[in-house]
């Protein structure tokens, strides 16, 4: 019998992120295949440890390179892959590598690197981030999810109010897609297809995500949507991935952000489709 685990984050524990992992472990039910559970400190802990007991496949879906590392080396086969999760998680990477592949992304600068303890405390940067993009500007840490720590800054004092609130931690400036405010297009891609999209809108906020008030409904893009979200997620080596496009002018897609493990109940409440099956059947006719 094929074993498979599901590997995820031993902090989060809000009742989306078990949902989620109740949906996976049911899609494979339907296959015969038992996935279990697993967090970091069910498998191992200790550096270059070896598995007696190998499952055939992992889905990781938590964000720990250094696990996923570990257990690639030992000649499992993991969906994501570790450099597809490194480079998803970090905005900062990921960013660099769409814009790498010619990939549309807003105009992008990356903050310099500082410490603890000295954090930003000279902001001579900015200058040239406001000097070619202007107000309002978006800020992004390097790591965030649901559309937390995102920002948008109307005037320089709320751009060195969000960089005295980010203290010592990585993070970029991005130009504001004004035509895209508060709305996007999720696109759930699995095995380089587009499975199913959900329009997102929000008119509370410059931030569509579902977490932050915005409301989905289903949603039919034009294909060069479909297409910039398949070739992003070629791009970063994505076996399955939700990619946000904005509305850029004259309704050119821009790639918002990719993400590796997409929170997809909303997307099943809204369309009916059930993302779990689709990766279920991806991973079992991938083994």
């Known amino acids: 019998m094929i074993k498979g685990w599901l590997v995820v984050n031993t902090f989060?524990?809000?009742?989306?992120?078990?949902?989620v992992y109740q949906m996976l472990e049911i899609s494979f039910r339907k296959w015969?295949?038992?996935?279990?559970?697993?967090?970091?400190e069910d498998i191992s802990l200790k550096v270059g440890f070896k598995l007696m007991d190998k499952p055939?496949?992992?889905?990781?879906?938590?964000?720990?390179?250094?696990?996923a590392s570990s257990l690639k080396k030992q000649d499992i086969r993991l969906f994501n892959s570790p450099n597809a999760i490194l480079y998803s998680d970090n905005k900062i990477l990921m960013y660099q590598k769409l814009k790498e592949k010619n990939i549309r992304i807003p105009r992008t600068f990356v903050a310099p690197k500082t410490f603890e303890g000295i954090n930003y405390s000279h902001r001579g940067f900015l200058d040239q981030v406001?000097?070619?993009?202007?107000?309002p500007i978006v800020v992004k840490e390097a790591y965030g999810s649901f559309g937390e720590q995102v920002y948008l800054a109307k005037d320089i004092v709320e751009l060195n109010r969000i960089v005295d609130e980010i203290g010592y931690k990585d993070f970029l400036l991005q130009e504001?897609?004004?035509?895209?405010?508060?709305?996007?297009?999720?696109?759930?891609?699995?095995?380089?297809?587009?499975?199913?999209?959900m329009l997102r809108e929000n008119n509370n906020d410059?931030?569509?995500?579902?977490?932050?008030g915005g409301k989905g409904s289903f949603y039919k893009p034009q294909k060069k949507y479909i297409d910039l979200a398949i070739k992003a997620t070629k791009a970063l080596k994505l076996d399955f991935a939700g990619v946000d496009l904005l509305f850029g002018e004259n309704d050119e897609p821009i790639v918002c952000e990719v993400n590796s493990n997409p929170q997809f109940v909303?997307?099943?409440?809204?369309?009916?489709?059930?993302?779990?099956?689709?990766?279920?059947?991806?991973?079992?006719?991938?083994?």
């Open 12 to 19: 989060l524990n809000l009742e989306k992120f078990q949902r």
């Open 32 to 40: 015969g295949i038992v996935l279990s559970t697993k967090k970091a």
């Open 56 to 67: 055939d496949f992992i889905i990781f879906w938590d964000k720990d390179f250094y696990l």
């Open 130 to 135: 406001i000097d070619e993009i202007g107000f």
């Open 176 to 197: 504001f897609i004004s035509s895209s405010r508060g709305r996007d297009i999720r696109i759930n891609v699995v095995g380089n297809k587009a499975i199913v999209s």
């Open 206 to 212: 410059f931030r569509s995500n579902i977490s932050s």
């Open 266 to 287: 909303s997307t099943l409440q809204v369309t009916g489709i059930n993302l779990a099956d689709y990766i279920a059947a991806y991973i079992v006719k991938s083994l």
